[in-house]
């Protein structure tokens, strides 16, 4: 089993810029890709960002050029790198581990929710206008 624990949420102004943080432990027999989703009240969880194993990453096409995903497989720590936010990133925010995804996976697919197995307990990030 894998234990995920985020840090770094935060409130800020529209244009900001904060980074959120997933620290992994635990034992899991296989390589598992990481991933961020978020979720508003009301809505369904929506897949932000993901990095598998081997390097691959994948984006909601509406966080593009804005977010980055990064993964230290060292320290088993994800990262997610947020500029430019807007009010409409305003959500809870996951982090998620699941299996690696197989490499003809598009980002749709490696960004769905039923792909993960594992969740943290989620950070706020709230972005006023």
């Known amino acids: 089993q894998l234990q995920l624990v985020e840090s770094g949420g935060g409130a800020v102004q529209d244009g900001g810029s904060l980074r959120l943080s997933c620290t992994v432990s635990g034992y899991y027999r296989n390589k598992y890709c990481l991933a961020w989703f978020r979720q508003v009240p009301g809505k369904e969880r929506e897949g932000v960002a993901s990095f598998d194993d081997d390097g691959t990453t994948a984006y909601t096409d509406s966080v593009k050029d804005r977010f980055t995903i990064s993964r230290d497989i060292a320290k088993n720590i994800l990262t997610l790198e947020m500029n430019s936010l807007k009010p409409g990133d305003t959500a809870i925010y996951y982090c998620?581990?699941?299996?690696?995804?197989?490499?003809?996976?598009?980002?749709?697919?490696?960004?769905?929710?039923?792909?993960?197995?594992?969740w943290g307990q989620g950070t706020q990030v709230t972005v006023s206008s």
């Open positions: 998620a581990a699941g299996p690696n995804m197989p490499p003809y996976y598009n980002s749709s697919a490696r960004l769905a929710r039923d792909e993960y197995v594992y």
